[in-house]
Every structure is written in structure tokens, then in C-alpha cells.
């Protein structure tokens, strides 16, 4: 019997004619597919499928995890190549795939850790497979614009069924081993340290014909029963979504057009739609910013080892936002003081922790003892007590710069020389704060969005004085917290705020020269916004919106000062603040729940009149999208300028997580390279009347001049 030793995978014998293949991708920690991978399969497989001896096969994997899927850098090679060259790869990867699967001998695949994308087609081939109780396996590819382009739209529903192989690809999720086990995914699940021998007890009953094996696999190459209401039902899902993620509707066309055909039939259409959706942008910007965010993941990891892991919390402020960071450290952990100076305030917060872990212990995330440990290591007090003893101190106090730089003086006098002190602020500057205080190396800003709990970034603001110690144990305690932490230079608006605010005042512009806000509402909207900008003015407050511009147009005047009162201006004035006051740009009323209803108001069209000196007049959907995203996009590029973020990369990221920027966009620097950067410059050219909110910054001017992108040194 032929023994096979690669750089990928190995074959050894068991004895009784198995043969185990072995995937163990050397150097590295995890195995991955990709074309050298499906290259070496087929170099083991051919002499492996003529062995005369060979009686069953077991397949497993030497690393933690069975297989992670597709290599993402080779598949953002594979994006960038022609459709021609992808369909190639799938062909490639089916017809080894397939020959594994049609092996003369019963296969069972033994998977530990996970086996996602590419490593759970390559377990489809497989007549059984076993999955350890704490593995997981799923398709990801829909999620990153594609399909499971090796054989998994095949064959995950011949396996199972048309409902559950939509449900499982179009979902694009990951499951826990009793659902694949109920799903018909997994044949069985094993304790971990079991998993081999229950794999080889499969085996050997297939061998031995006590498992009708050869039946099952006929199945699998023939055709499936069409599920006419599960495809009804993910159509009119996937439509919703098509013009942003087509790859959800193309999974339900090609499943549908695949029922009645064989297995060897079905495999060709899923390589062609495959190579349709990997030419589209959304693949291109899915994938792409999966490989940036893993650069920013790697930046923050090495960062964070350099520091001195903060155990011990306090906050002062028992807030909105306080509360929100002391329920979000505690669950990770850390030890809390909450401190404030109204007793009421304390209650609040520790009440609003309460119903936070309730609501997770009534979702069975927690268990009632865990809760209570949770909240039992939030520590309320009116004192400065403990204050000794912490390693970082979050200050989220009411924003008035001096209550803040007096407590934190009186916290600098109570702490370690070595405690880290931030502030929450949301538009002091950090240098401002720490003016005062004797060790102004020690402050950092922590710029948490609301609602804590739920808001994935927090912007680490470094100032001038803060040093690279503060800003390690700073991002090192965001990551604790499950945060996605993005250092920032210190500056008005920090990164986020300041970027939105050309897009707000972009806004403002456009009702002056007479845009109708609701056609602006749907332009943005169908573009992927979650909610177009009137309605986010509502749900921030016009109020807390039109003080952030005020100091934004103070400190980037030649950008977003403004010579006319703005619609936002008159809807604050008129205390027209939106959800809280009952009405802003639309009117609210509670629903049965408590929860804000909102309506059309005809009252606001006067209003809006009184912002529009020159009355209203139409505008194209295009002309709406450019000077709503070109003014963003430029304001983003001068933040790259001046190092506010190190890269694209980070400015991209914050504006998906902070603000629910459109991911199939990438971001808005993302979204300049796709436009292409002359392109750009061609369209800001039309609105330089518009004044500095559309002058491009040198570093675009520059790249565009010599035919570069924002990301083109960024990635691989
Ligand atoms: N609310 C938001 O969406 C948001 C977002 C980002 C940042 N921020 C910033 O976070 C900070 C807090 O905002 P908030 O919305 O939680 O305000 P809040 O009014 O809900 O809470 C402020 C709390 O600070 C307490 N406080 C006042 N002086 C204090 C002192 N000397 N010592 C201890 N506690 C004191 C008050 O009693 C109150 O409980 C502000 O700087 C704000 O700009 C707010």
C-alpha cells in the first residue's frame, strides 16, 4: 500500500486496509485550501484510488482545527484574476474533490476544532462524518460576497435537504455541533478526546457493510426534492438585500436550477455563477476588508502584549455611558469601582447593569450564579476609596472640561503612579484635560459610542504628551472589553465625529440649495446606510448634533463652517431635538412597548422652508450620492493626511464600526479606490463652488496624479 508524505497532507496506514489522510499544513498553524493544497490531494488521491488493499479511509488533521476553509489571501488573488481563472480553480477543486468523494473505499472524516468554507465541502466528500462536541462548521462564503464554490452548494443539499442547504449557505453562519448533528450536516458527535475512535468505529461498520454506505453516496450524486416554499421564502429574503449582497439571491437561482440536475451537472454551474460573483465589487470589498481588519487585529495584539493588563477598574460616572463601560468590563472579568456623586446616579447604573445581565441570563447566555458574580464585581460607591489600587481609571463625567480636569486631578492624587487615567470625552480635547495634572503622559482618550454594550469600537485618542505605555494598557484594556480599540490622534471631533460632521454638513448644504431631506433619506438608504441622515439627527438629538458641528465648524472652518442658518440649527432652536423631545425631522410617539414610533410630520415643511432661501428645486439621486459621499470621502482623506488614523485601513474600519458605514462599500476610502481616485477628483471639481467641504486633500491629489489607490500598499 502507498504511503504519501507532503508539505500539506500525509497518508499512513492503520492496518486492515485503512488508510488515514492526515491534512497537516506545515509551518503553519492552521491547514487552509487553496490550489496547492487541491494540487497535492490529487497527487495522493490517484495512487490512493488504485490500491488493489485499500478497504475504508479515515481522514482527520494534526492541527487544532480540521480545516479553516479557503485561504483568504489566495482568494483575494482569485478575485483580482479573470473569470476564466476562477472558474478554472473551481474546476480544479471539484475534480479532486470528487475524487475523493468517489473513492472506491467508504470515507469518513473525522473533524475537530472547525471546518468552515472549504474545509466543510472537503468533509462533504466524505461518506460519514464525526464532529467533536466543541467543534462547529458552516459556510461563511455569502458573507464575503461569493458561494461555497467547492461543491458545498451541491452537495450540502443532496446530503441533507433544499431547506436546510439555504438556510445553512444563504445564512452564511457558523453551528455548534448539535445543530449540524440535527441538521443532517454530521452523522455523529464524539467528546473530543473520543473522536478518533468513534470516526473508526464508522468506519469499520461501513467496511463491514453494517452501514449502508454505497446507497448514500448514490444519493448524493443524483438529484434532490425542490422545496418550493423554502425557495419562496429565501427569494423574497434575498431580494431585499440583491443590489447590495447578490450572492444571497444567486445561492437560491442556482440551488433551484440545480435540483433536478446530477451531482457532475450541478458542479460546472456553481463554478460559473461562482466567477459571476467574484467579479462584483461586494466580493471584492468583503474580502478585502476581511484581510485589512486582520492587519488592524494583529497591529492592536502586539500593541496590547506590550502592556500591563488592567484587573482592576474604576469609573467615574455612573452615566449613560458609565454604566454602559462598567457592565461591559465587568462581564469580561475585571474588578469595577463605579463611582459618582449622586447616590440616585449609582442606583441607576447598577439598575441598568441589572437588567443588562437579566436579559442575558433569560437568553440561556449566562447561568443566574454567573449574572451574579457579574454584577457583584461592580463595586458602586460615592468615595474614592480602592482608587489605590486600580490600573486604569475611565472618566465619564458631564462634559464640562473643568469637572473633568478637577476630579481627574483629585484621582491622580489618590492613584498609582503607574495608573492609566482616560477620558470618555466625546469633544474635549485630551491635551485640554490634562493640562493640569502632573502626569499628563498618563491620560488617553477612550472615546466609547453609545450603547456600549453594543457599539464594537472605541477610539483610543493619543495626545501629544500621552505615552506609548498609557496607549498599550489603553487598547489592551478595549480588547479585554471585547472592543475593537483604533488609536487616533488627539483632535477636535477625534476621528469618527469629525468625518461624520462633513457628511452632516454636507446634508446641510444640500437643503439649503432646496434637496428634498426625504428624497436625501431614501438616496442614502438604497445606497446601504441603516438609516438615511435625518433620521440619525432624530436619534442622536438635533441638539447634542448641532453643538458637535458648532465646535467642528470652529476648529475645520475652511471645511464645515457655514454662512447660513443650517436646518439643523433652526430644528434645535425650535427644541425640535428629535426622539427625546417627540419630534425633529419626523414626529414619535411611544409604542405599546415604550419604544419610539415614528411618523411623518407635515409641520416640518415650514421648517425646512425657512433653511431654503432660495426655495426648493430638484435633484438627481447621483447628484444627492456624490455630494453626500464625496464630502465624507474627502474629509477622511484629510484625516490620512494628517496621521489623525495610521492608515485606510483604520479609518475604514471606524467608520463601519462606529457608524454603521456600508461594509459592502468597504468604507469611504475603500469606496474613493473603487471609484478610482481621478474619478474623484473629476466629480469633486463640479461642486468647488460648494466651497472647501469639496476641495480634495494633497495625499488624494497625489495619489490620484500618480495612478495609486488609498490601499494599494495595504494590501497583499
Ligand atoms: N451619551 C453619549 O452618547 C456619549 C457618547 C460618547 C461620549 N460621551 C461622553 O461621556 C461622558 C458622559 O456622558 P453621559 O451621556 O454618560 O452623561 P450622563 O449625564 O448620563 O452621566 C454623567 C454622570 O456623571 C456624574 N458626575 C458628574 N460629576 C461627577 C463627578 N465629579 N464625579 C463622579 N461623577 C460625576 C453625574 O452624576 C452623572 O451620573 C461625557 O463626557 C460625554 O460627552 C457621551
Avoid at 439 to 457: I, K, S
Avoid at 507 to 534: K, T, Y
Avoid at 686 to 701: E, F, I, N, T
Wanted: neutral net charge; proline residues 4%.
Amino acid at each position: 500500500m502507498t504511503v504519501f508524505t507532503g508539505n500539506f497532507l500525509s497518508t499512513s496506514q492503520l492496518g486492515r486496509g485503512i488508510v488515514e489522510i492526515c491534512l497537516d499544513r506545515k509551518n503553519e498553524a492552521v491547514n487552509k485550501l487553496d490550489p496547492l493544497v487541491i494540487a497535492e490531494l490529487a497527487r495522493m488521491l490517484t495512487p490512493l484510488a488504485q490500491d488493489g488493499n485499500l478497504r475504508g479511509v479515515l481522514v482527520t488533521s494534526a492541527k487544532d482545527a480540521f480545516l479553516a476553509g479557503a485561504d483568504i489571501q489566495a482568494l483575494w488573488t482569485l478575485l483580482g484574476g479573470s473569470r476564466k481563472a476562477q472558474i478554472a480553480f473551481c474546476a480544479d477543486a471539484d475534480r479532486v474533490l470528487t475524487q475523493l468523494e468517489d473513492l472506491p473505499v467508504p470515507v469518513v472524516c473525522a473533524i475537530n476544532g472547525y471546518a468552515l468554507g472549504g474545509g466543510l465541502e472537503t468533509a462533504l466528500c466524505a461518506d460519514y462524518r464525526v464532529l467533536a462536541a466543541d467543534g462547529q462548521v458552516g459556510f461563511p462564503e455569502v458573507g464575503f460576497g461569493i458561494l461555497p464554490g467547492a461543491g458545498g452548494t451541491v452537495r450540502a443539499p443532496r446530503l441533507t435537504n433544499a431547506a436546510t442547504a439555504l438556510h445553512w449557505i444563504v445564512g452564511a453562519r457558523t453551528f455548534k455541533a448539535d445543530a449540524a448533528l440535527k441538521a443532517g450536516m454530521v452523522d455523529a458527535v464524539a467528546e473530543p478526546t473520543r473522536l478518533r475512535a468513534t470516526a473508526l468505529d464508522w468506519l469499520q461498520q461501513a467496511i463491514d457493510d453494517r452501514l449502508d454506505w454505497k446507497t448514500r453516496r448514490e444519493l448524493r450524486k443524483g438529484v434532490f426534492a425542490s422545496d418550493e416554499a423554502a425557495f419562496a421564502t429565501a427569494r423574497s429574503d434575498a431580494q431585499k438585500s440583491v443590489h447590495h449582497y447578490p450572492a444571497r439571491l444567486a445561492v437560491v437561482d442556482l440551488l433551484q436550477r440545480c435540483a433536478p440536475l446530477s451531482r457532475d451537472a450541478a458542479l460546472p454551474l456553481e463554478a460559473e455563477i461562482f466567477s459571476t460573483l467574484a467579479q462584483t465589487p461586494t466580493a471584492k470589498a468583503m474580502v478585502g476588508i476581511f484581510l485589512a481588519n486582520q492587519q488592524l487585529k494583529k497591529r492592536n495584539k502586539e500593541l496590547a502584549s506590550r502592556a500591563r493588563p488592567a484587573k482592576r477598574t474604576a469609573i467615574l460616572g455612573a452615566g449613560i455611558m458609565g454604566g454602559g463601560i462598567a457592565y461591559t468590563t465587568a462581564v469580561k472579568g475585571m474588578q469595577v469601582l463605579l463611582k459618582d456623586i449622586a447616590q440616585s446616579a449609582l442606583d441607576l447604573g447598577v439598575s441598568e447593569a441589572r437588567k443588562l445581565l437579566a436579559k442575558q441570563v433569560e437568553g440561556g447566555r449566562l447561568t443566574p450564579s454567573e449574572a451574579e458574580a457579574i454584577q457583584s464585581a461592580i463595586t458602586p460607591t460615592l468615595e474614592f476609596q480602592g482608587f489605590d489600587t486600580v490600573d486604569i481609571v475611565v472618566e465619564a463625567v458631564v462634559e464640562n472640561l473643568k469637572v473633568k480636569q478637577e476630579v481627574l486631578a483629585r484621582v491622580e492624587s489618590l492613584a498609582r503612579p503607574d495608573t492609566v487615567l482616560v477620558s470618555n470625552t466625546s469633544s474635549l480635547p485630551i491635551a485640554e484635560i490634562a493640562a493640569e495634572l502632573r502626569r499628563p503622559e498618563n491620560v488617553a482618550g477612550m472615546h466609547f459610542f453609545n450603547p456600549v454594550h453594543v457599539m464594537q469600537l472605541v477610539e483610543v485618542v493619543r495626545s501629544a504628551k500621552t505615552s506609548d505605555a498609557t496607549i498599550a494598557t489603553t487598547v489592551a484594556y478595549a480588547l479585554a472589553m471585547g472592543r475593537t480599540p483604533l488609536v487616533v490622534k488627539d483632535c477636535p471631533g477625534f476621528l469618527v465625529n469629525r468625518v461624520l460632521g462633513a457628511y452632516f454638513t454636507a446634508f446641510a448644504l444640500l437643503i439649503r440649495d432646496g434637496a428634498n431631506f426625504m428624497q436625501i433619506e431614501r438616496v442614502m438608504e438604497s445606497w446601504g446606510w441603516p438609516m438615511g441622515p435625518a433620521y440619525l439627527f432624530d436619534v442622536a438629538g438635533l441638539d447634542t448634533i448641532d453643538k458637535a458641528l458648532r465646535i467642528l465648524a470652529a476648529a475645520y472652518p475652511g471645511v464645515m463652517a457655514t454662512d447660513f442658518r443650517t436646518v439643523i440649527q433652526i430644528l434645535a432652536e425650535e427644541k425640535r431635538y428629535g426622539q427625546k423631545s417627540g419630534a425633529g425631522f419626523f414626529r414619535y410617539e411611544a409604542d405599546p412597548k415604550g419604544k419610539p414610533r415614528r411618523s411623518g410630520d407635515p409641520s416640518i415643511a415650514g421648517l425646512i422652508a425657512r433653511a431654503q432661501p432660495t426655495g426648493a428645486r430638484a435633484f438627481a439621486d447621483d447628484d444627492i450620492l456624490d455630494r453626500m459621499m464625496l464630502a465624507m470621502t474627502l474629509e477622511a482623506g484629510r484625516c490620512l493626511d494628517e496621521q489623525i488614523a495610521e492608515s485606510a485601513i483604520d479609518i475604514d474600519a471606524s467608520m463601519r464600526l462606529g457608524t454603521g458605514f456600508p461594509a459592502h462599500h468597504g468604507g469611504p476610502l475603500w469606496y474613493a479606490d473603487s471609484l478610482g481616485l481621478a474619478e474623484v477628483l473629476n466629480r469633486c471639481a463640479r461642486y468647488r463652488s460648494l466651497g472647501g467641504l469639496y476641495a480634495p486633500g494633497h495625499g488624494l491629489r497625489q495619489l490620484a496624479d500618480r495612478n495609486r489607490t488609498f490601499y494599494g500598499a495595504n494590501l497583499p
